[in-house]
């Protein structure tokens, strides 16, 4: 099929995907909430503490420096991956989640009076709303929310509508993680333009599925999680243009975030030291730069083609099942398809599922007001990785079928 990946020899590279489940093969179909690991991402965490794990940025003995050369060169990786104009933007983080609500807390909410607006779309992340809320409840400012079309595309008239001379920052997803839309980030951002209003990308959905430049995009910040870019949990990258670090208070305080400290006054690091308060997660953060390594040399325009062939594909087969819904039709989408069938209850199909080998998930995945908007209590969510293939999606749809005759 299309896309020029030889998905077979990737998949040898994931250790997890050898094995069987529930005596099946494993169609691993949940990488939109995590993405699995391949053994160089193994390799280089293991690597890290059986060489020279040591504590960073503070040792002058070798170890120490050597974890601190192979940590700060993770930077150099990020700076690649997100055509970055300065390794100084790339701040390192827990991941997505911790990445907006520094930029929430640091860079907002001293921005915000009474009455004044952010602006976020109808199909976020509780990740990219539960931050916002927290920072509109400690000034008086006020959550808006841009609506999502039937479809699941956005309603670009509806978020330009919303944009008011009291909009003070936008955040907006760029491909949910839900309903796989692909968002017209650019068009937000131009919007946003034109009212000097800043605006952050959440890239929670984008990172691992196609190719992203910063500085093509015009945004002020960007996140992402290691976890969902064939990296370990706990790791991310909240970039930031550098001019804007630079105006940002610490939100966190501590160790390595300093440059002098008295009691009386302690002056702050530059970015993106200053926003790296404590001990990071050094092997992380450094397994992480072997995923993005890892998704580099495979090429993101030939994963997206790839995923995109399998979107096609799966789309095709699973339109001839019976009583199958798919929440989330827009005409540019990344590999997720969720969807509901009559009569069956999504934890009930994502359990006979798990039966059949076949890994989905199934729930509100964390857009609890998008499932409002849809009407739909949950869905079960199929979702893509580069090294899924038509055999993932043929063992789905003999599930599906098996779903409806237990139903039946
Ligand atoms: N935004 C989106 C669109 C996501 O899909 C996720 C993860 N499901 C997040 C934010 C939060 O990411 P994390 O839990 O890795 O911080």
């Known amino acids: 099929m299309g896309g020029g990946l030889d998905v077979a020899r990737l998949r040898a590279d994931f250790p997890v995907l050898q094995q069987p489940m529930n005596g099946k093969r494993l169609a691993f179909l949940d990488s939109a909430a995590s993405s699995q690991k391949p053994q160089a991402v193994i390799d280089a965490e293991r690597d890290c503490y059986e060489r020279y794990y040591a504590n960073i940025h503070r040792g002058v003995y070798q170890l120490s420096q050597q974890s601190t050369q192979a940590y700060e060169a993770v930077r150099g990786v990020v700076q690649r991956f997100l055509n970055a104009a300065d390794e100084r933007e790339v701040v390192f983080v827990r991941g997505a989640t911790e990445a907006i609500n520094l930029v929430a807390q640091s860079f907002v909410r001293p921005l915000l009076e009474p009455g004044d607006e952010i602006l976020i779309t109808g199909m976020e992340h509780h990740a990219n709303i539960v931050p916002w809320q927290l920072v509109a409840e400690a000034t008086g400012a006020r959550l808006v929310v841009a609506p999502v079309l039937d479809d699941g595309q956005l309603d670009m008239a509806g978020l330009r509508e919303r944009i008011s001379a009291r909009t003070r920052f936008i955040s907006v997803v760029h491909v949910s993680n839900t309903l796989g839309t692909i968002n017209p980030v650019d068009e937000v951002i131009a919007a946003a333009r034109e009212r000097d209003i800043p605006v952050l990308v959440d890239g929670a959905q984008s990172a691992p599925h ?3 430049d910063v500085q093509a995009l015009g945004a002020d910040f960007y996140v992402f999680s290691a976890h969902k870019t064939y990296g370990p949990s706990g790791a991310g990258v909240l970039w930031g243009r550098l001019d804007r670090l630079e105006g940002m208070p ?3 305080g ?3 975030m300093i440059r002098t400290v008295t009691f009386e006054k302690t002056e702050y690091a530059e970015p993106p030291q200053r926003f790296e308060a404590g001990t990071p997660n050094i092997a992380g ?4 730069g072997a995923g993005l390594e890892y998704m580099l040399a495979v090429g993101r325009e030939h994963i997206l083609a790839h995923e995109q062939a399998l979107l096609a594909y799966a789309n095709e087969r699973l339109a001839g099942i019976d009583g199958f819904r798919v929440i989330g039709t827009a005409p540019d989408k990344a590999g997720v398809i969720s969807f509901v069938m009559a009569d069956a209850h999504p934890h009930d199909i994502g359990t006979i599922l798990d039966m ?12 609890q007001p998008l499932m409002q908007r849809f009407d739909v209590p949950a869905t079960v969510r199929a979702s893509f990785g580069l090294y899924n293939d038509t055999t993932d999606v043929d063992q789905l749809v003999d599930g599906l079928h098996r779903v409806k005759r237990f139903f039946a």
């Not at 953060?285 to 992480?288: C, D, E, K, L, Q």
């Open 210 to 212: 196609m190719p992203v």
């Open 250 to 252: 610490p939100w966190q």
């Open 254 to 256: 501590g160790g390595d």
């Open 285 to 288: 953060v450094i397994a992480m």
């Open 356 to 367: 059949e080998g076949v890994a989905v998930r199934a729930g509100h995945h964390c857009t």
